[in-house]
């Protein structure tokens, strides 16, 4: 994806932006951007830290693949970004925040003004000091305004109101009046109010639009594990890589070990063990030979196999749990969230009483001046100006609580949501457990473990990669392994002082997970096995405390999610496909709970979007890290507990503010009625409102501790 | 009053100067990764000298 092209010197420099998710430190940093410069081809590279991203500067002539790889080289595993399906997000950010610049600017400036004349000024000076708030508020209105007054007028031509109507029509009446009474030299002008309004309000939403950015970034694209190209063999013999959308079923295609599959087909030749993962969420490779039929999305993992293709492009499995997701999605984007339904009860309440006080006042002969004056003031002070902070201030405060114990949640409607589930399902594989097989290595020497070492650290097979991870953690030195190599399907060979060592498939193949390791005439079985997350059980014990009584709904066979669920102490069904996990879940739906889904694989991508609310580990697959609405990093399961409660004690505070709000209106509006507030008064509440909401939210910094 | 003419001219000079700054460093892309900000000063560069 070369985004764009520059010219330095002779040979125009082509910039590629890749995602590095595994990007954590500023040591990461430092080696991406000083060790990609030594690239030959690569003229330099710039890290984003936030959206975990790496532009880099390069010959046109290194293809996406040499970039990706001279990253692995570093340590760090990339993917391209895809055509940044999160661009209209940001252009929406920084709309919000210039406006909120501007808006700032305004309200200063202005309060300045004002305060002289709260404090006397009067004749020539006041008219001066009016008419030079008239030339900053109207700018600054017309432009800081324009979200609002769009949405309103969204909200109007489809015949419904939202929360931005009434403030629209109190900031534009408010700056009408105002000018009336600069020209005609009148004592009270509301520039002040209208501008301080906005800039409130504003906050409120880039503090909104702030959390929806900063989670999404690091996000990868939907579907960016399948493989994007594959070899074709013509008749010739002769093999092309061809793009995945331009595959078609009949071709004959050779997939090298350690790649990803682009379509589904069947196997002609070659037998191997396949990497289904994402599929079933099965951690426990499944071997392959002639005839099998295999997924697009799995990864070969031991040798080369050729395949003739069968369904390809959007007819694959993975492109139908796409679609599956897509349609399960559609239901959750119905969610109305909270200040949208507080101002469907509170916006008619406002234009009412109002209207009334309009109508009261021209009845009782005060004069249409004085009767715009006061109506004009009631919809001031009972702008939701408190109102549009309380959400977002609570929200942000606690998802950077969350985000600090290691929770990323995408947006305010995720935690409103959360606090409303009733029920938690959770996927076995990768979500209660670790999702990668652990060796057991009590019965290994120190001879052994080196020798293990040795042999398992040059092998893609996730057994080994295992094994290789957890000895490297025990701090093991490898041992120096000669002739080493290795066999699809059986193991990993070599020498080792003179004797022949093996890693290879256990004799009792009756096991299902283990591998034996032979040092000359020895042989060692390690067995291993996928560990539940160390705080499972009391995870699911916060949970139930919180109202949420848990259940496990599996792609894994019976036996092992009945084993790991009796363990546990909690209802199970397991060798759920997408769709019957999807199923289970409109049926709890269906009987009025609020389900909470916890999953990790593709198989559970479906499921994560048609529930209530969603959670996905870090190490999920793509697509269900972007199904969920939060994701979880670290072997611990404890942020999900921790989620739901900083959730509910969220929405006590946004209650909290809410009911902040309606008592100020109830104290503030008898005043506005009886035609009090000056512009003093108002500013005064509104301010006062605001930083009460502020000082309230901060309260759950504290939250998730 | 000419004291006013003086000191609010230079109070929205220096507003508007603020402004821009604020608009410009938007612009120069000064807030796109906050955390890498915080996290560039403790790169140590002994090699870069």
């Known amino acids: 994806m070369n985004a764009s092209a520059i010219i330095q010197g002779e040979t125009p420099l082509a910039v590629t932006r890749l995602t590095v998710p ?122 800081s305004g324009r979200p609002f007054f769009a949405s309103a007028w969204m909200a109007l031509s489809h015949r419904r109101t939202n929360m931005d109507v009434p403030i629209s029509i109190g900031v534009i ?10 020209v005609t030299g009148g004592a009270h002008a509301f520039f002040d109010s209208a501008v301080m309004l906005l800039f409130f309000l504003l906050a409120g939403r880039a503090l909104d639009a702030e959390m ?19 070899s074709v063999i013509g008749p010739d013999c002769t093999a092309r890589r061809v793009a995945a959308k331009d595959l078609l079923p009949g071709m004959l295609v050779l997939v090298a070990a350690g790649e990803a599959l682009a379509a589904d087909g069947e196997v002609v030749e070659g037998a191997s063990t396949l990497d289904n993962a994402m599929l079933t969420g099965e951690s426990a490779p499944e071997p392959v030979g002639q005839g099998s039929v295999v997924h697009a999305g799995a990864i070969n993992v031991s040798a080369p196999l050729r395949i003739r293709l069968t369904h390809v492009a959007e007819d694959t499995a993975l492109a139908e749990i796409a679609r599956l997701m897509d349609e399960a999605g559609q239901s959750r984007s119905a969610y109305v969230r909270i200040a949208d339904r507080a101002s469907r009860l509170y916006a008619p309440v406002v234009h009412a009483l109002a209207l009334a006080a309009f109508a009261g006042w021209m009845i009782a002969g005060a004069g249409w001046h004085a009767s715009l004056t006061i109506a004009i003031a009631v919809l001031i ?98 041992a120096q392994i000669e002739g080493l190599a290795e066999v699809g399907g059986k193991g990993v060979t070599g020498r080792w002082q003179g004797n022949a060592v093996a890693l290879e498939k256990p004799e009792d193949a009756g096991q299902a997970l283990a591998t034996g390791l032979r040092i000359g005439q020895r042989l060692h079985t390690i067995p291993f096995s996928d560990p539940l997350r160390p705080d499972a059980a009391a995870t699911l014990a916060a949970l139930a405390a919180e109202g949420l009584p848990t259940r496990i709904l599996s792609g894994d066979r019976a036996a092992p999610v009945a084993a790991c669920a009796a363990a546990l102490g909690i209802p199970s069904q397991g060798e759920a496909d997408p769709r019957a996990k999807l199923a289970a879940l409109e049926a709890l739906k269906a009987a009025g709970h609020r389900p909470l889904m916890v999953g990790d694989g593709l198989n559970d991508g479906p499921a994560l979007a048609a529930a209530h609310a969603s959670i996905a580990p870090g190490t999920a697959s793509d697509a269900s890290q972007q199904a969920a609405d939060a994701v979880f990093i670290g072997e611990a399961l404890m942020p999900v507990a921790l989620a739901v409660r900083v959730a509910k004690a969220t929405m006590r505070i946004v209650r909290q503010n809410f009911g902040f709000s309606i008592a100020y209106n109830v104290l503030a509006v008898p005043l506005a009625l009886t035609g009090q507030v000056t512009p003093l008064v108002a500013a005064i509440a509104m301010s006062v409102s605001s930083l009460v909401v502020i000082a309230n939210s901060l309260r759950l910094s504290g939250a998730a501790r | 009053m000419t004291g006013l003419a003086l000191l609010i001219p230079i109070a929205l000079g220096m507003g508007l100067l603020g402004l821009a700054a604020f608009l410009w460093s938007m612009r120069a892309g000064q807030y796109e990764d906050m955390e890498g900000a915080a996290s560039r000063i403790l790169i140590d560069e002994e090699d870069e000298l």
């Open chain 1, 381 to 478: 002070i009972t702008c939701p100006c408190a109102m549009g902070l309380a959400v977002p201030a609570a929200q942000v405060v606690a998802s950077g609580a969350l985000l600090r114990r290691g929770l990323l949640v995408k947006d305010g409607s995720a935690l409103e949501r959360l606090a409303e589930c009733d029920v938690a399902v959770l996927d076995k594989t990768g979500t209660l457990t670790l999702g990668s097989p652990r060796p057991d290595l009590s019965k290994l020497d120190a001879e052994a473990r080196a020798v293990a070492l040795g042999l398992a650290q040059t092998s893609r097979h996730p057994l080994s990669r295992g094994l290789a991870a957890a000895l490297r953690a025990a701090e093991v030195e490898p």
């Open chain 1, 173 to 182: 009446l408010a700056t009408c009046m105002s000018l009336y009474e600069t």
């Open chain 1, 212 to 230: 929806r950015t900063r989670t999404r970034a690091g996000i990868g694209a939907l579907l960016g594990r399948m493989g994007k190209s594959a």
């Open chain 1, 22 to 143: 595994g990007m954590k430190c500023a040591g990461c940093i430092g080696k991406i951007e000083r060790e990609l410069a030594k690239t030959p081809g690569i003229t330099g590279a710039r890290a984003n830290l936030s959206a975990k991203r790496v532009a880099i500067t390069h010959d046109p002539a290194l293809d996406e693949g040499a970039l990706t790889a001279a990253l692995l080289a570093l340590g760090f595993e990339s993917q391209p970004v895809a055509d940044n399906p999160l661009a209209s997000d940001d252009a929406e950010r920084r709309r919000l925040t210039r406006a909120l610049g501007v808006a700032g600017f305004g309200m200063m400036n202005i309060m300045l003004l004002s305060v002289s004349v709260w404090s006397g000024a009067d004749g020539a000076t006041r008219a001066l000091f009016h008419w030079l708030s008239a030339l900053i508020a109207l700018p600054v209105i017309a432009y």
